[in-house]
């Protein structure tokens, strides 16, 4: 599995991770399907797989937070949850774990315009010796790896390896552990599997998060699904 330095996109990679659960919050709204954003002055489509809603104009104490934690080094674009989170999590409830997908970019990328070679090279450096996994390796990286160590302390990551779920796209799958917190003080520490992909449209790039709430090799294999389903709908207006 790998070993040694990880490159300095990477570093990035996994702290952002640390803000792809959904947060304990909900919302009583009706999104659209898909909406714009702008990297740069280039607008793409963001439209999310079923049941994954767009919560963010919902949740702006919450979406602030989030683009608090990365704006350092990105740029929070959107955040989905599925619908039925937004009727779990109601205010006053107990909240609920579920799923998460996030866009992002990151501000030293974000003016820059990426062709075949340089996207190539910046995956060369992210992915490194990362194994490269598909879905059906999924038990067999659960099966090698001793993840356990991840839920005892908080911060810690291990990358389960790289993957190729779209076009012009690579993923980097990776294991967290991080520092929960409940509204009677407990600390559990919160174990998840997330995908982290780098997608180039129209000569830029988008950061892409798919967070599952459990650490299993079933949920490496949905997370790893649902980006491939993601990534087959992003794209950029049709000119007129």
Not at 65 to 84: D, E, T
Not at 107 to 131: C, I, W
Request: with cysteine; net charge positive; glycine share 8%.
């Amino acid at each position: 599995m790998m070993t040694g330095r990880i490159p300095r996109h990477a570093h990035y990679t996994l702290f952002i991770i640390h803000f792809t659960f959904a947060l304990a919050l909900c919302a009583r709204a009706q999104t659209p399907p898909q909406l714009v954003v702008f990297v740069d002055s280039v607008p793409v489509i963001i439209a999310a797989p079923a049941p994954f809603v767009e919560v963010s104009r919902n949740l702006p104490e919450a979406f602030a937070q989030r683009s608090r934690a990365v704006s350092a080094s990105g740029r929070l674009l959107a955040w989905f949850i599925p619908a039925l989170s937004l009727q779990e999590n109601q205010p006053g409830g107990k909240p609920t774990r579920c799923r998460a997908l996030q866009v992002q970019v990151l501000r030293e990328m974000e003016p820059v315009r990426y062709d075949a070679q340089t996207f190539k090279a910046l995956r060369d450096e992210t992915l490194g010796r990362a194994p490269r996994i598909t879905e059906d390796d999924a038990a067999t990286v659960f099966g090698i790896l001793d993840l356990k160590p991840l839920g005892q302390k908080p911060g810690g990551q291990k990358i389960l390896g790289g993957a190729e779920l779209g076009r012009d796209s690579f993923t980097l799958c990776i294991a967290v552990g991080t520092e929960g917190g409940d509204q009677l003080g407990g600390r559990k520490i919160e174990t998840s599997v997330t995908c982290v992909t780098y997608m180039l449209i129209q000569e830029k790039i988008l950061l892409l998060t798919v967070t599952g709430p459990d650490l299993s090799a079933d949920e490496l294999r949905n997370a790893m699904r649902l980006t491939r389903e993601w990534l087959a709908l992003l794209r950029w207006p049709a000119k007129t």
